[in-house]
């Protein structure tokens, strides 16, 4: 099985919303990753968890808040977004040996 | 830090035309090279990848790349492409000490026209 999940697939959320995304992949892979992508533009890092701890976190916002309860799930919780935090959310993992990541289909995010 | 480079935001080419996608980079520091591509409204798939051995890498979809140490460049062919490659083509590098962060190029958009 070489496959990330995550739901939802759509979100559309009000400014006052608190809301999460969740990723869960089953490849034994010890890094888990999210990025955000706008339209037309590369996928952007968020945070990195690798061995379940926060390794990286590339300066986000604490609006965003993830959390990694087991090897298998990440979460992103989402609280007082702005409405340019609406993209493409996408949750990767990787193989910390072979290197190559993994990624799920992504959350659609419009925030309103 | 590293950067990469990808001059080409779009390739126009006819169906059963080669194609070649450019991909460039910078880096004080060795690093391990892939090619991801992204269909609409989905996620991003592993082409290929270079870690090291044999310059010519094969991955899927009949897709190649050949890492050139010297001119730092890591181009992404196919000997004819189909419709069905439509879709935006990432380079990205990861240094080899494991830092865990991939540093994307800004993407090709490739459209085959029939």
Sequence with gaps: ?112 | AQSVTQLDSQVPVFEEAPVELRCNYSSSVSVYLFWYVQYPNQGLQLLLKYLSGSTLVKGINGFEAEFNKSQTSFHLRKPSVHISDTAEYFCAVTPTSGTYKYIFGTGTRLKVLA
């Design chain 1, 1 to 112: 099985d070489t496959e990330v999940t995550q739901t939802p697939k759509h979100l559309v959320m009000g400014m006052t919303n608190k809301k999460s995304l969740k990723c869960e992949q089953h490849m034994g892979h010890r890094a888990m990753y999210w990025y955000k992508q706008k339209a037309k533009k590369p996928p952007e890092l968020m945070f990195v968890y690798s061995y379940e701890k926060l390794s990286i976190n590339e300066s986000v916002p604490s609006r965003f808040s993830p959390e990694c309860p087991n090897s298998s799930l990440l979460n992103l919780h989402l609280h007082a977004l702005q409405p340019e935090d609406s993209a493409l959310y996408l949750c990767a993992s990787s193989n910390t040996r072979l290197h190559e990541q993994y990624f799920g289909p992504g959350t659609r995010l419009t925030v309103t």
